[in-house]
């Protein structure tokens, strides 16, 4: 079939309007939030019904024509880069909520709802939807749900996956496959809901999601400890831990990370700091604020200079600010911006934070480490200039490197950011030959063609 056969067929089930062909749509859609070369798509489609959707997956197939399904391409894995050509298929246009129910605390949502837009509405029936990626204002569901995405409250409520109760999605065929459902309990069949959830668009394409709900914590009380350094921080993340508590959040900045912060905003944050505890309990109101005291006796016994607790809500708005602040603050400092996601047992955070400045020093790099203390969760972000090759070949050791650190400490090579492109070299190296050959084969037979996102997650 020619070019302009398949561009008629692809708008006859979406419209001429939602065919996108011009240099500049193809442009735009060629990269993605990942620092990796950018690769042109053939076509861009835009499907405004479900069963639009459907019928592009299918006409992709019998084609035998590579697609990339697209939420808001913030992802920073290159997932959305469409590395083999073909389609790339948005999903912005399939963005409503279907149902917020609140008497059995679910949601049906399509793909392409923005993850904040559906947390406001589920906050004005009084309900809560947890994962909260720093990207929630731009990001889609549908992104959130293929990439397993965190945030900040991953410690004490989980991420995505735990909220995903069930879904349709298109096979390759465009035939709607349903699983899991609306019940608390639900165990019928293989757990297909639990193998699409971080899929990255290789295995089907999300038609509607549906969410689980959680009532919100009666109060919150937010703090920051300050420390000289790093590693006294690490050691109060450790023994909070220990002590059993479970903060909401529990989030980690280095000394670098709060001077650029503090240069971005003027927050008040103390500069000289060797690192930075952010923390919020929080929970029935007794229990906050018995928690909020043993963690701050916690932080001070384990040499936290000061302790600042939250007055009020502009004061804890004023802490996550902070924290919101540290990427778009590094970004700013240098032309490219590399964020790792690199994750250790909790118990392995000084460890793995004394081998992020080792690296920075062999390779002369600066390296700015913020993240999600209390899941082992780090984003050591590297700065650099990708123009600047002999740079950057400097840069693609230490990430190599700090790979091979996290792994030998029994950590993983994403917390929360996906595999994609960027790290699918590695994949071999923390589950082994078998689990490849194992994913190989499952994707072989789900889509034989080898049209669903290729080139990410599962590659070689
Ligand atoms: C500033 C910034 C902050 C961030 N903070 C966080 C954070 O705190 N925690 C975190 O986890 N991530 C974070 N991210 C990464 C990113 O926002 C998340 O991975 C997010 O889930 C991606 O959503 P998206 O809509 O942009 O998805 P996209 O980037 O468009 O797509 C992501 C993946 O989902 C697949 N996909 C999309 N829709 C569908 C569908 N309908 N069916 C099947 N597959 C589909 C795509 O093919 C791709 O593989 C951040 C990114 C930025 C730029």
Same mark, same amino acid.
């Given at each position: 079939m020619t070019a302009k056969a398949l561009i008629k067929d692809f708008e006859a089930i979406v419209g001429k309007d939602n065919v996108l062909t011009s240099e500049a749509d193809l442009a735009s859609y060629s990269y993605d939030a990942a620092v990796l070369p950018n690769a042109m798509p053939g076509l861009v489609v835009r499907p405004t019904t479900s069963e639009q959707l459907g019928k592009t997956v299918k006409l992709c197939n019998d084609n035998a024509i590579p697609?990339?399904?697209?939420g808001s391409g913030t992802n920073l894995s290159g997932g959305t880069i469409?590395?083999?050509? !073909?389609?790339? +298929?948005? %999903?912005?246009?399939?963005n409503r909520i279907l149902e917020i129910n609140e008497e059995d605390l679910y949601a049906v949502v399509e793909p392409g709802v923005i993850t904040s837009k559906f947390a406001g509405e589920v906050t004005k029936r009084g309900l809560f939807y947890p994962p909260d990626p720093g990207s929630q204002t731009?990001?889609?569901?549908?992104?959130?749900v293929a990439e397993n995405a965190g945030g900040l409250r991953g410690l004490k409520y989980g991420v995505t996956k735990d909220y995903v109760m069930g879904m349709t999605?298109?096979?390759?065929? !465009?035939?709607? +496959?349903? %699983?899991g459902g609306k019940t608390v309990k639900c165990v019928t069949g293989y757990n297909l809901t639990g193998l699409m959830v971080g899929a990255e668009g290789t295995l089907g394409v999300y038609d509607t999601i549906t969410l689980k709900l959680v009532p919100p914590p009666a109060a919150a009380k937010a703090m920051m400890a300050v420390f000289d350094t790093v590693m006294d921080a690490c050691r109060a993340v450790a023994a909070i831990i220990a002590a059993k508590i479970v903060p909401a959040t529990l989030e980690l900045m280095d000394n670098?990370?709060?001077?650029?912060?503090?240069?971005f905003r003027n927050a008040g944050l103390p500069t000289e700091a060797g690192a930075l505890l952010l923390i919020e309990v929080d929970g029935h109101p007794a229990m906050v604020e018995e928690d909020a005291i043993k963690v701050e006796d916690i932080c001070k016994?384990?040499?936290?200079?000061?302790?600042r607790v939250a007055k009020d809500a502009a004061e804890r708005n004023a802490v996550w600010q902070a924290r919101r602040d540290a990427l778009p603050a590094l970004a700013k400092v240098k032309p490219t911006t590399v964020l790792e996601d690199a994750t250790v047992p909790r118990s392995k955070i000084p460890a793995m934070m004394s081998a992020l400045e080792d690296i920075a020093k062999k390779y002369s790099l600066t390296i700015g480490t913020f993240g999600h203390a209390g899941d082992g969760n780090l984003h050591p972000t590297i700065l650099t200039d990708k123009r600047n090759t002999e740079e950057w070949h400097r840069v693609e050791a230490a990430i190599d490197e700090i790979f091979d650190h996290a792994l030998a400490l029994g950590g993983t090579l994403s917390g929360e950011h996906g595999i994609g492109m960027a790290k699918a070299?590695?994949?071999?190296q923390e589950c082994g030959i078998a689990a490849i050959e194992y994913s190989k084969r499952m994707k072989s037979v789900l889509d034989p063609k080898g049209i669903l996102n290729p080139g990410k997650l599962i590659v070689g």
């Amino acid at each position: 079939m020619t070019a302009k056969a398949l561009i008629k067929d692809f708008e006859a089930i979406v419209g001429k309007d939602n065919v996108l062909t011009s240099e500049a749509d193809l442009a735009s859609y060629s990269y993605d939030a990942a620092v990796l070369p950018n690769a042109m798509p053939g076509l861009v489609v835009r499907p405004t019904t479900s069963e639009q959707l459907g019928k592009t997956v299918k006409l992709c197939n019998d084609n035998a024509i590579p697609m990339t399904v697209r939420g808001s391409g913030t992802n920073l894995s290159g997932g959305t880069i469409p590395s083999k050509g !073909g389609i790339v +298929v948005l %999903t912005t246009a399939l963005n409503r909520i279907l149902e917020i129910n609140e008497e059995d605390l679910y949601a049906v949502v399509e793909p392409g709802v923005i993850t904040s837009k559906f947390a406001g509405e589920v906050t004005k029936r009084g309900l809560f939807y947890p994962p909260d990626p720093g990207s929630q204002t731009v990001s889609t569901l549908g992104g959130n749900v293929a990439e397993n995405a965190g945030g900040l409250r991953g410690l004490k409520y989980g991420v995505t996956k735990d909220y995903v109760m069930g879904m349709t999605f298109y096979d390759v065929n !465009g035939e709607l +496959v349903k %699983t899991g459902g609306k019940t608390v309990k639900c165990v019928t069949g293989y757990n297909l809901t639990g193998l699409m959830v971080g899929a990255e668009g290789t295995l089907g394409v999300y038609d509607t999601i549906t969410l689980k709900l959680v009532p919100p914590p009666a109060a919150a009380k937010a703090m920051m400890a300050v420390f000289d350094t790093v590693m006294d921080a690490c050691r109060a993340v450790a023994a909070i831990i220990a002590a059993k508590i479970v903060p909401a959040t529990l989030e980690l900045m280095d000394n670098f990370t709060i001077r650029t912060v503090e240069n971005f905003r003027n927050a008040g944050l103390p500069t000289e700091a060797g690192a930075l505890l952010l923390i919020e309990v929080d929970g029935h109101p007794a229990m906050v604020e018995e928690d909020a005291i043993k963690v701050e006796d916690i932080c001070k016994k384990n040499k936290a200079s000061t302790v600042r607790v939250a007055k009020d809500a502009a004061e804890r708005n004023a802490v996550w600010q902070a924290r919101r602040d540290a990427l778009p603050a590094l970004a700013k400092v240098k032309p490219t911006t590399v964020l790792e996601d690199a994750t250790v047992p909790r118990s392995k955070i000084p460890a793995m934070m004394s081998a992020l400045e080792d690296i920075a020093k062999k390779y002369s790099l600066t390296i700015g480490t913020f993240g999600h203390a209390g899941d082992g969760n780090l984003h050591p972000t590297i700065l650099t200039d990708k123009r600047n090759t002999e740079e950057w070949h400097r840069v693609e050791a230490a990430i190599d490197e700090i790979f091979d650190h996290a792994l030998a400490l029994g950590g993983t090579l994403s917390g929360e950011h996906g595999i994609g492109m960027a790290k699918a070299k590695y994949m071999k190296q923390e589950c082994g030959i078998a689990a490849i050959e194992y994913s190989k084969r499952m994707k072989s037979v789900l889509d034989p063609k080898g049209i669903l996102n290729p080139g990410k997650l599962i590659v070689g």
